[in-house]
């Protein structure tokens, strides 16, 4: 697929995809979901990227879906875009590879509910502003945020709209790492180098049990988990990890 809505570049096994409607604050469009959907897939089975960071051209992120796409668009329209959105989303989730959002500007909360890590810089903002113009956030984000933060915090974002700090957003647990700007990019691609090195298949598990257990029952759960741990005992890379620890040099890992 020729990209027109997104830019990427690979350097060693990280793949950066940047968003790239910078006159728009990089709103998402059908284009935009179709291309970032492609891909994912084209990641998933690409053994030589084993980190994903995405980030935004310009001043913004990604202030959510575009409104004058949405004007165009029936109640049909709008119920086919949202459920593309929403298995783009579902498609982030089962992506056994890490995904690092870098916030560089505006971040509407909803086009990121499905990442792994977030960095931002400090003059970040972050919110759900639908509700100022007649809005309801879609895309699943009213499902996953009162289930990572409290109802009542929930509420209050997307009740009120109005757009909160890098700092408050990393004090409800929204964002991990807040940093300077100018700094913003290489504290995310270290991280992504780190993750990088790791073996993928532990932190494929890691992710799947992460974001599949909470929504399983608790005896369900520990089942899951642990098909997820045993499976990594018949690896090359577990053999290698632990030949590597006793031998106290660093693993090379091949995600066999």
Known sequence: MEFKYIETAQEGRVLTVTFNRPDKLNSWNEGLVDELTYLLSESAMNSNIRVLIITGKGKGFSVGGDLDEFLKYDAAGIEKFNRKVI????????????????????CNLETIQAVDLVVTSNKAKFGLPEVNVAISPGAGILVRLPRNISKLKAKEIALLGEWMTADTALSLGLVNYVTQPEELLTKA????????EKAPLAM????????????????????????????LFYTEDLKEGVQAFLQKRKASYKGK
């Open 204 to 231: 494929g598990a890691i992710k799947a049990v992460i974001n599949n257990g909470p929504h399983l029952g608790t005896d369900e759960a520990m089942e899951y988990q642990l098909k997820e741990n045993s499976s």
């Open 87 to 106: 298995d783009l989303f579902r498609q982030m989730e089962h992506l056994r590879k890490p995904i690092i959002a870098a916030v560089n500007g505006f």
């Open 189 to 196: 691609s270290e991280i992504a180098k780190t993750l990088a």
